[in-house]
């Protein structure tokens, strides 16, 4: 499988993104997807994830509100909707893949993913 991601951008504060995180070739259809965050210097945080059989997710406490995951299986696209951006928010956003789970996705686990995108990039002005 490869992920591509897309959506990133430059945003003024208070914004919306929509990320996408497009899979190809072989997919399980009870994989789990997971988005991750990074800013230089920084370690890799795990922000939300899903599990694409049941739609069931999860969220970092810090993004509650704001991120929205969502899951398009049609189009083997799954999106990360980013609201009310801060500054604070911009970084280099990664999708993941673990192709099967079926007790729940784990969104802070790096090491719990198989397959990474090669990021994109989100910068948002104040």
């Known amino acids: 499988v490869q992920l591509v991601e897309s959506g990133g951008g430059l945003v003024q504060a208070g914004g919306s993104l929509r990320l996408s995180c497009a899979a190809s070739g072989f997919t399980f259809d009870d994989d789990a997807i997971g988005w991750f965050r990074q800013a230089p210097g920084k370690e890799r945080e795990g922000v939300s994830c899903?599990?694409?059989?049941?739609?069931?997710?999860d969220y970092a406490d810090s993004v509650k509100g704001r991120f929205t995951i969502t899951s398009d299986n049609d189009k083997n696209t799954v999106y990360l909707k980013i609201d009310s951006l801060k500054p604070e928010d911009t970084d280099v956003y990664y999708c993941?893949?673990?192709?099967?789970?079926?007790?729940?996705?784990?969104?802070?686990?790096?090491?719990?993913?198989?397959?990474w995108g090669q990021g994109t990039q989100v910068t948002v002005s104040s």
């Open positions: 899903i599990l694409r059989s049941d739609g069931r997710t």
């Open positions: 993941a893949e673990r192709p099967t789970d079926l007790d729940g996705c784990i969104y802070d686990s790096e090491s719990y993913y198989i397959t």
